[in-house]
């Protein structure tokens, strides 16, 4: 395939990191700031009071870390609530969200908020389609709650270092293997690649039920307004997660869903196969949620052998986008050298089929992304990519048209056996020796004679060439019968 690089990997790194400490007067702003400032290296971090400054003091803070290199730490309002119009209204101005890169927006219960105005009588964000922020709201606004948010914000602030986490997680998969005898890699998108099923979906959807409400709402907002399907975006998918329930009630909600989704047969068959075989390996890297796919694998008996790199929780390190999708598989081709099947869905599999040296496009016919077709046929068009597809239920109607994307079964044994087998190239050479036949010192004698040159010499040569064909090379490709007549 043509290699494409991938981008847009993080904040782009001209932007310093601001991470926003916002809520209600008495929400504990400047309480979480103290503790942080306890917690937290002063080399690494700088902390301001927000509700000090305004637009000078957010110039001079984005100026001070942009020069300093340590990230900042700033408490202040965003809105406040109107007695006339009985409404909220914005406080913050534009410059807030030109420098703001992350906002923790703390929102206490009542009691929380009284007890603090009690013990201290000195004392939701929007973020715009020009300014996007990262926003979080834990439920408990504990500096307990806040300073693995701030820690994980400074993990992935650094240009490439989300990647690097995907990298290293994915060399950790890589040795599990033996390395002298793996040659190949199946990268697996989840959703809709290896199920019919939308499993973010339904895992939303069961938190919306069993939860407040919220999450559906809020993901769909996500992805329709002006983060789309940015890096950011994918990032801010894994802090509503977060958000929205705890670690148990996290994996409650995984449990329950994972039960219910199904594996496509004609890939539940492949994957059991390729689990017998050491020189194979399969993964399944999905910009959704990891931990949910690692449990449906479990139900189907495949986590042993089928491990997955994808997003959800903060504790994961990481999150996966598109691009991150397409380095890591550049990243098993280029550094492992293996040899990568690619299989993906809609156009945000199709960075990552573009790096893969074998290209599946899959779908069912009812579920296919609408706007993946013309996705492909431009970037065949563009002589990018080399695919195929696989029909399922097989009935479906094909893509595009078989010749653009050819379509072949997971049922096909021959095509299988493409996946399955080990690549010649790579087996280990088998040595002829002819030195000490009769037949070979016989023909070696003249190639050594002083006396023997020109025509004769080249005669030579041609004799020791027709024997070793005769003697070795029928060995290697084998006869075939065929009929001649007798005498």
Not at 39 to 64: C, M, P, Q, Y
Not at 134 to 142: D, I, L, N
Not at 206 to 232: H, I
Not at 472 to 479: E, G, T
Request: aromatic share 8%.
């Amino acid at each position: 395939m043509t290699s494409q690089s991938a981008v847009g990997l993080t904040n782009h790194p001209s932007k310093p990191t601001v991470i926003g400490i916002s809520g209600l007067p008495a929400a504990g702003k400047s309480f979480i700031l103290e503790a942080l400032r306890k917690d937290l290296v002063e080399t690494e971090f700088t902390f301001f009071e927000g509700s000090e400054w305004r637009i000078k003091a957010i110039n001079h803070i984005r100026d001070e870390v942009a020069t300093s290199g340590r990230i900042a730490i700033v408490t202040g309002h965003l809105m406040f609530w109107s007695e006339v119009t009985n409404t909220p209204y914005a406080v913050y101005t534009p410059e807030d969200f030109n420098t703001f890169t992350h906002i923790i927006y703390l929102a206490p219960d009542e009691k929380t908020i009284a007890s603090h105005i009690e013990s201290d009588e000195k004392k939701k964000p929007l973020p715009t389609a020009q300014n996007p922020v990262y926003f979080y709201s834990p439920a408990q606004p504990s500096p307990e709650e806040v300073l693995p948010l701030v820690q994980h914000f400074k993990q992935l602030a650094p240009a490439g270092a989300n990647l690097a986490q995907v990298k290293k997680r994915f060399d950790e998969i890589i040795a599990l293997h033996d390395n002298k005898k793996l040659q190949t890699f199946l990268v697996f998108d989840g959703d809709r690649t290896l199920t019919a099923e939308d499993g973010g979906r339904l895992l939303v959807d069961e938190m919306d039920e069993n939860g407040t409400g919220q999450c559906d709402s809020a993901m769909r907002d996500l992805y329709s307004g002006p983060m789309g399907y940015s890096d950011k975006a994918f990032h801010q998918a894994t802090l509503i997660l977060e958000e929205e329930c705890t670690d148990d009630m996290f994996e409650d909600r995984c449990d329950t869903v994972s039960a219910f989704i199904p594996l496509y047969t004609e890939f539940l068959t492949l994957l059991r196969r390729i689990a017998q075989q050491k020189h194979i390996g399969p993964v399944i890297v999905t910009c959704g949620v990891g931990r949910l796919w690692t449990k449906i694998l479990k139900h189907h008996g495949l986590s042993d052998s089928v491990k997955v790199i994808g997003g959800g929780r903060l504790s994961g390190g990481y999150f996966v986008t598109p691009a991150v999708k397409a380095a890591v598989v550049s990243h098993l081709r280029d550094v492992h050298d293996l040899n990568v099947w690619a299989f993906g869905y809609s156009p945000l599999d199709v960075p990552m089929l573009c790096e893969a040296d074998q290209v599946v496009v899959v779908g069912d016919e009812k579920t296919r992304s609408s706007t993946m077709d013309a996705s492909l046929a431009k970037t065949i068009q563009d002589g990018h990519l080399r695919a195929r597809q696989i029909l399922l239920p097989s009935t479906s109607s094909p893509r595009l048209d078989k010749d653009s994307l050819p379509v072949i079964s997971l049922s096909d044994k021959k095509f299988v056996k493409s996946i399955t087998d080990r690549r010649k190239e790579l087996l280990p050479l088998r040595s002829y020796d002819a030195t000490n036949k009769t037949a070979a010192k016989i023909l070696m004698s003249p190639m050594r004679d002083a006396a023997v040159a020109g025509l004769v010499l080249g005669k030579a040569h041609a004799n020791v060439g027709r024997y070793l064909a005769t003697e070795y090379v029928s060995k290697i490709i084998r006869l075939e019968e065929c009929t001649i007549p007798h005498v």
